[in-house]
């Protein structure tokens, strides 16, 4: 189980198959540290193989997500659970590019590489890092009072954490461009009509409506969704004939499942529909 606090947040799993992961330092709005940034990549990774989490849920405490990164906390923290950085590693050009696509960009590519289902309840600032993790996760809902940016160029730095990729997915060049250069700060309402989030609700609905999502996610049949997941964010980069064969495949793995054959069955009985029974009996499948 992927239970327990760790460094900056804390993760819980619920009875419907439901991971929450709560990003606890209010007090500097979630920025995150090296050891944090590192500890949610490998809790993210073992949630991928915990048959008890269906779907994961990120959000944040007080009036922050994730505001960003914070490499010089003064207050203590708890271990984490990889090694932080050698006392050998040197700040130099050559070992910035590395330390950049490990501890910048990693949050992002784990949580889009999770064939599980991400939400970003996005209750405060979510900016450069922040708002990275929440165009990675596939859903996301937002506090109208949230603020949502990027504003790196405000110190003259890049959107290293892959922000700018993101952003041009869901906003296309020129948007993206606009968004960037300008450096954009939006409300959940604003966040909402850019496409950057699903939706945006009162800042008290927040979690009801994240959880009513959730619930319904986590109750469909859970082999399909993975694979259909995954199917759409390759189409997005294959041609037409590259999607058709990929999804031919992942098709050919999800017709056989139980989830299909009782799915079929439910349809022309007028029923509603038995799913995930192989997540229940301890991953077996009783073959056709």
């Not at 809790?43 to 849920?57: I, K, M, P, S, Y």
């Not at 990929?246 to 009985?269: Q, Y």
Request: hydrophobic share 45%; charged share 25%; aromatic share 6%.
């Amino acid at each position: 189980m992927i239970e327990g606090s760790y460094q900056g947040f804390d993760a819980t799993v619920d009875g419907d198959g439901i991971a929450i992961i709560t990003f606890n330092r209010p007090e500097r709005l979630n920025a995150m540290s090296f050891g944090a940034r590192r500890d949610l990549c490998e809790v993210l990774t073992l949630a991928q193989f915990d048959d008890a989490v269906r779907v994961v849920v990120l959000t944040g405490t007080g009036r922050g997500f994730i505001a960003g990164v914070n490499n010089k906390s003064a207050e203590p923290e708890p271990p984490t659970l990889v090694s932080d950085l050698p006392e050998g590693f040197s700040k130099v050009p050559v070992n910035l590019y590395a330390r950049l696509a490990t501890y910048a960009q990693d949050p992002a590519r784990v949580i889009r590489r999770l064939d599980k289902i991400t939400i970003a309840a996005v209750n405060g600032a979510a900016i450069q890092l922040g708002l990275s993790v929440v165009l990675a996760c596939d859903f996301a809902i937002a506090a109208r009072s949230a603020q949502l940016g990027s504003a790196t160029l405000r110190m003259g730095w890049q959107p290293d954490e892959g922000g700018h990729w993101l952003l041009v997915e869901h906003l296309g060049v020129k948007r993206a461009l606009d968004f960037l250069l300008r450096k954009r700060i939006v409300t959940g309402d604003e966040a909402a009509e850019l496409g950057l989030v699903n939706d945006s609700v009162d800042d008290e609905l927040l979690m009801e409506r994240t959880m009513e999502l959730a619930r319904e996610l986590a109750a469909g049949p859970q082999v399909a969704m993975r694979l259909l997941k995954k199917a759409v964010y390759n189409a997005a980069h294959l041609t037409f004939d590259q999607a058709g064969d990929d999804i031919a495949t992942k098709t050919a793995l999800s017709d056989f499942h139980d989830d299909a054959h009782d799915g079929s069955k439910a349809f022309f009985e007028k029923r509603p529909p038995v799913f995930n029974q192989w997540l229940e009996q301890g991953g077996s499948q009783t073959p056709e």
